[in-house]
């Protein structure tokens, strides 16, 4: 089976920069994905971590271990439209299956 | 939007009765999935489709649950005699890629059984 764990909610400031972690256990691991959800609205892809490192796409950047099975989205100069649900997503056998997800409160 | 579409976008049904959801994913894309999304959760895999074929069923879909792909085109998912546990927002997404890491998401149709 798999699993993925990742905080519930986090709370950061505008302007600021948080990090959302995500660990995970899986077999037949290919790679790590982000997604971002609005509340009402779908998923949209934000990231995918196949190798060890640091992606970056703009304000976003994310990262992965595969000798730790960690993974974490960074999000720097928060505004408040990044105010969502954030999902890392283990990616094997040709399809993903997503965490919980982390929601993220940002504060004025 | 994301170029993924779905009909209809709300269904109410009442137990017992039968439900057919359609997604139109994007053109060039050869990858199809299905989810399910419940309040506070991240979506959870039903199945998927490369065309025409479904290459993939998840074990927690019951019977009552089945999915089409007739032409690699479009996509139809049937829940037979809905129970109130049914009630959940769909999600289809299509995916380009070989892997599937990066999938693009209908804005899904949100069921509920009465």
């Known amino acids: 089976g798999q699993s993925l764990e990742q905080p519930s909610e986090v709370t950061a400031v505008e302007g600021a920069i948080v990090q959302i972690n995500c660990t995970y256990q899986?077999?037949?691991?290919?790679?790590l994905s982000w997604y971002q959800q609005h509340d009402g609205g779908a998923p949209t892809f934000l990231s995918y971590?196949?190798?060890?490192g640091l992606e970056e796409t703009g304000r976003f950047s994310s990262f992965l271990s595969r000798s730790d099975s960690y993974g974490y989205l960074l999000l720097q100069e928060l505004q408040m439209k990044d105010s969502a649900s954030y999902f890392c997503?283990?990616?094997?056998?040709?399809?993903?299956?997503f965490g919980k997800g982390t929601r993220l409160h940002i504060l004025p | 939007d994301t170029g993924v579409s779905q009909d209809p976008r709300h269904k109410i049904t009442k137990r017992g009765q039968n439900v057919t959801f359609r997604c139109d994913p994007i053109?060039?894309?050869?990858?199809l999935y299905w989810y399910r999304q419940t309040l506070g959760q991240g979506p959870e895999f039903l199945t998927y489709?490369?065309?025409?074929?479904?290459?993939?069923k998840s074990r927690l879909l019951s019977d009552r649950f089945s999915a089409e792909r007739p032409k690699g085109s479009f996509s139809t998912l049937e829940i037979q005699r809905t129970e109130q546990g049914d009630s959940a927002m769909y999600l289809c997404?299509?995916?380009?890629?070989?892997?599937?890491?990066?999938?693009?998401f209908g804005p899904g149709t949100r069921l509920t059984v009465t």
């Open positions: 971590n196949a190798l060890d």
């Open positions: 997503a283990v990616n094997r056998d040709d399809k993903i299956i």
């Open positions: 997404a299509s995916s380009p890629r070989r892997g599937g890491h990066e999938q693009y």
């Open positions: 899986t077999s037949g691991f290919y790679g």
């Open positions: 489709f490369q065309n025409e074929a479904q290459l993939e």
């Open positions: 053109s060039e894309h050869n990858r």
